[in-house]
């Protein structure tokens, strides 16, 4: 192996895992051979199959957004728990500390352009499609502050990350704007979050700068919308980069 990358399937052994919210575990691998990991480029995922004889799961391969610093020790996905999904309920469900994945190296075509810094960065997450924007956060705030981070969910209880985007938007100054789809009686607008609804075309013309680089991923219908509406804002096409993607 040249600088941690490797052909095929490698052996991750897990090392932690945490909830993160209901319903949401990040789950924290190293290589099993004691080596380095390549390091993946914020945005990309991480291809596996589950390392079992059972042929249910067996050769079942799934990829899942890398949430984290990019790194060349420690990879953590971040995997909401879908009603009847394979993979994410065996996660969720039977993936213990100690137990390993077959993974290939990390890939993926959603990243940032690098030769653009000078430009304002627009990161726009809904639900669990905040993964790969949250990796993008990390990595580009430590080099830059023209960022904006718009997080839409739907209430307190099932807002993952909260706190780490908020600590990395007061130490840098970056600005962070939440939207509660559904807010709980006990959520309270301008503290807890400063939008009720969905991010709206009238939101992003009064509130965000067009000249921006806009990356998004969510469900479907939210990232067809968000398009639609910087498109029809006059946002050139070759500025709007998204994901789509479907992981169970």
Same mark, same amino acid.
């Given at each position: ?21 209901p319903?949401i ?26 390392k079992?004889d ?37 996660l969720?469900?039977?993936l ?15 990243? =940032? ?5 000078? +430009?304002?960065?627009?990161?726009i !997450?809904a @639900? &669990?499609?905040? #993964?790969?924007?949250? /990796?993008?956060l ?9 960022i904006?981070f ?7 209880? =099932?807002h993952?990350?909260?706190?780490? +985007?908020?600590?990395?938007?007061? !130490?840098? @100054? &970056?600005?962070? #704007?939440?939207?509660? /789809? ?14 009720t609804?969905?991010?709206s ?29 910087l ?18």
């Amino acid at each position: 192996m040249i600088n941690g990358t490797w052909n095929g399937f490698r052996e991750l052994v897990l090392v932690d895992k945490s909830e993160v919210c209901p319903g949401i575990i990040s789950f924290y691998f190293k290589s099993k051979d004691g080596g380095k990991l390549a390091k993946h480029t914020a945005g990309q995922f991480l291809p596996f199959k589950i390392k079992t004889d059972n042929p249910k799961y067996k050769d079942v391969i799934r990829t899942y957004s890398l949430s984290m610093f990019p790194n060349d020790e420690l990879y953590r996905i971040s995997v909401k728990k879908i009603d009847g999904g394979l993979i994410s309920t065996y996660l969720h469900e039977n993936l213990n500390i100690g137990d390993s994945i077959e993974a290939m190296i990390p890939t993926g075509l959603f990243t =940032i352009n690098n030769g653009s810094k000078n +430009i304002p960065l627009v990161l726009i !997450s809904a @639900g &669990i499609g905040i #993964t790969p924007l949250l /990796s993008m956060l990390y990595e580009e705030s430590a080099t830059r502050n023209n960022i904006q981070f718009i997080q839409a969910v739907q209430n307190s209880s =099932i807002h993952p990350f909260k706190e780490d +985007i908020d600590a990395i938007a007061k !130490s840098r @100054g &970056i600005k962070n #704007t939440i939207f509660y /789809s559904n807010p709980l009686e006990n959520d309270k607008l301008g503290i807890d979050y400063d939008y009720t609804g969905y991010v709206s075309k009238e939101y992003l013309k009064d509130n965000v700068d067009l000249n921006s680089d806009f990356y998004f991923c969510g469900p479907p219908p939210f990232m067809k919308a968000l398009e639609n509406s910087l498109l029809e804002l006059g946002v050139p096409s070759d500025r709007i980069h998204y994901e789509l993607f479907s992981n169970n």
